[in-house]
């Protein structure tokens, strides 16, 4: 099957289905939109001129590039036959079921039809149909023209050859493409899921503050921290999504939602859309203040263990002396020790110990828990040390130990392979690194034993380890 030279439906001529509409258009097909609002595909398509003129006007297409994609678009009052038609209409289950039974009333027998949803089972969309193995999700990313990620999504029922030729056809317009088995949130909405439920449940714990956490993995590198990207997204929002995975998945304690994004909801500070969040709007999240605390003292300095962080230690201390025989990782300094996250805390360890936060970027704000004089010799790294309560895994470890988890998980059940869970999590979410990249610098036994003391400190079921890891 191939959809290269296919003619297009797009319906719903909202954001996504008209920006779906202009990648289609710019890479040479005919595409006909439509929705079913009056005058929608034609306000949508001048919105698009505008667009496209922009983008010559700043070099990035010439002028008859930009005319003949505006020209091949052609909005239409009704649903016609296409080879390929795409829907990005309203996420309701009734409402697409509805369409499709249309659409199969007016097209040939071998026209695909696409659904972009982004939490929908295609499976349950396509019960009814006459023929489903013809329906696939093509799941594209806001903004299309500039998110590369799509989710070529099959349902039980899609035929193997459908969704290859759809996970071909994104390619040929400069996607990145990856299959996904069709369960609740595919790979990105699933896997992402811990972003926002780590940071949630450290506030609940009352660990850190929404300043602290946003910090550190913004220096993680993340491109926002989580509250702050809750903010964004709209309490309201993402606590449906949660509610959503949470039931689709047979209310798994992995996915509980939180109480502390209830109480947001309930209080209607919805984020940026509101005004209020976990912070003030326009202002922001506020910068955090310089830390207080004395430079780094001390006689013999001893760096333990092996690999690039201890390298990195050496480095910034020509002072040291190594021991490579450690079971742990980090520095000795006058029987005091500075040791990396290993799920167990500072107290586990007695007076005069601190333990920090896993370091992903050679510098920034990092959380650390323990004797701050001991934490202090962060700053000898170039790093920025932030004190929270003492809580197995501290920020960014946790986070990313359960976002690996989530990845393995996802793998395990077929719903994707790595190769896909990295690329979805870098192109969907713009997350500096993959699941499985982030697994193959830290081992699978370090990550595994992290989650084994966050689920000794919490006991349920939230941190079991994925027997992918294990």
């Known amino acids: 099957m191939n959809l290269n030279d296919s003619r297009i439906l797009v319906i719903g001529a909202g954001l996504m289905g008209a920006g779906?509409?202009?990648?289609?258009?710019?890479?040479?097909?005919?595409?006909?939109?439509?929705?079913?609002?009056?005058?929608?595909?034609?306000?949508?398509?001048?919105k698009l001129a505008q667009t496209l003129e922009g983008l010559a006007a700043k070099g990035k297409l010439t002028p008859d590039a930009a005319q003949a994609t505006l020209a091949r678009i052609t909005p239409v009052a009704a649903l016609a036959p296409a080879e390929l038609v795409i829907e990005a209409i309203v996420e309701n289950l009734d409402i697409k079921r509805a369409l499709f039974a249309e659409l199969e009333a007016l097209l040939p027998a071998d026209a695909v039809i696409a659904t972009n949803t982004s939490s929908i089972s295609v499976t349950a969309l396509a019960r009814g149909m006459k023929a489903p193995e013809r329906l696939v999700g093509m799941h594209f990313f806001n903004p299309v023209p500039l998110m590369k990620l799509v989710e070529v999504v099959s349902g039980l029922g899609t035929a193997p050859e459908v969704a290859q030729a759809v996970f071909d056809l994104a390619?040929?317009?400069?996607?990145?493409?990856v299959h996904a088995r069709s369960t609740p949130g595919f790979i990105v909405n699933r896997i992402a899921r811990p972003y926002y439920a780590e940071a949630l449940m450290l506030l609940q714990d009352r660990a850190a503050t929404p300043e602290l956490?946003?910090?550190?993995?913004?220096?993680?590198g993340f491109r926002m921290g989580p509250c702050e990207l809750m903010d964004l997204i709209g309490h309201d929002t993402n606590l449906a999504v949660t509610k959503s995975v949470f039931e689709a998945n047979f209310y798994d304690?992995?996915?509980?939602?939180?109480?502390?994004?209830?109480?947001?909801?309930?209080?209607?500070?919805?984020?940026r859309k509101s005004g209020r969040g976990f912070y003030r709007y326009p202002e922001g999240a506020p910068a955090l203040q310089a830390p207080v605390g004395a430079e780094p003292r001390g006689g013999r300095v001893v760096v333990h263990g092996r690999g690039a962080l201890a390298e990195r230690f050496v480095a910034n201390l020509p002072e040291a002396s190594r021991d490579l025989t450690?079971?742990?990782?980090?520095?000795?300094?006058?029987?005091?020790?500075?040791?990396?996250?290993?799920g167990r805390r500072a107290r586990d360890f007695g007076p005069g110990t601190a333990v920090f936060d896993l370091p992903l970027a050679p510098s920034g704000d990092i959380a650390?828990?323990?004797?701050?004089?001991?934490?202090?010799?962060?700053?000898?790294?170039?790093l920025v040390p932030r004190q929270m309560v003492d809580m197995p895994g501290l920020v960014v470890a946790r986070t990313i130990a359960m976002l690996i988890n989530e990845a393995a998980d996802a793998v395990s059940q077929g719903v994707c392979d790595e190769a896909g869970a990295d690329a979805a999590m870098k192109l969907g979410v713009n997350y500096p690194?993959?699941?499985?990249?982030?697994?193959?610098?830290?081992?699978?036994?370090?990550?595994?034993?992290?989650?084994?003391?966050?689920?000794?400190?919490h006991r349920g079921e939230r941190y079991r380890a994925s027997r992918y890891l294990t």
């Open 433 to 457: 690194a993959g699941p499985f990249e982030w697994l193959a610098l830290w081992g699978s036994q370090e990550v595994a034993a992290l989650l084994d003391r966050l689920d000794q400190h």
């Open 213 to 220: 956490i946003d910090a550190c993995l913004r220096a993680a």
């Open 326 to 342: 450690s079971d742990w990782l980090g520095l000795a300094v006058d029987g005091r020790e500075l040791r990396l996250t290993d």
């Open 368 to 382: 650390y828990a323990g004797d701050p004089d001991t934490a202090a010799w962060l700053r000898r790294l170039g």
């Open 20 to 46: 779906i509409a202009q990648v289609a258009a710019q890479a040479g097909h005919q595409v006909l939109l439509h929705d079913s609002r009056a005058g929608a595909a034609e306000a949508a398509k001048a």
């Open 171 to 177: 390619g040929r317009w400069g996607k990145t493409a």
């Open 253 to 271: 304690r992995r996915f509980t939602p939180s109480l502390v994004q209830q109480e947001l909801v309930d209080a209607g500070f919805l984020g």
